[in-house]
């Protein structure tokens, strides 16, 4: 991917083609693919490239409210394109960090994930 500049949004590189990344203006399928990705980070990933992806040779894969079936729709078809999947994967993961941008502070993850420092009920 490329850095994101002023007057430059965010690109991920699929093969040949450089493809335009903007976050997507849905809050709800913001947090649809970062839930998902709890489950499936390949397909959540893949949601995210469709979802984010501005400009031509965009996947035509329909949009669903179930991101996973959306996001392996999306690899299936990047894939009968041609597509390694090594490259659908570097592609999705920028694609990724664009739409969920924002949404979770490393602070709120590591709380999460029970790696907190900050006073609470002990476990032990």
Same mark, same amino acid.
């Given at each position: ?23 997507? =203006? =849905? ?8 839930? %998902? %990705? ?22 035509? %894969? ?44 490393? %602070? ?13 009920? =002990?476990?032990?």
């Amino acid at each position: 991917t490329d850095h994101e500049t002023p007057d430059k949004p965010p690109t991920a590189k699929l093969g040949d083609l450089s493809v335009p990344l903007v976050q997507p =203006s =849905s809050l709800a399928s913001r947090y649809d693919v970062l839930a %998902a %990705a709890a489950t499936n980070l390949p397909r959540a990933a893949c949601a995210a490239l469709a979802l984010a992806w501005k400009g031509p040779n965009r996947p035509k %894969a329909r949009k669903s409210h179930d991101v996973l079936d959306y996001g392996g729709r999306v690899m299936d078809e990047l894939g009968e394109r041609g597509y390694h999947p090594l490259q659908i994967m570097g592609a999705a993961l920028a694609a990724y960090h664009v739409t969920t941008d924002g949404l979770i502070t490393a %602070a709120e993850v590591d709380e999460a994930e029970g790696n907190s420092e900050a006073p609470g009920d =002990s476990t032990s």
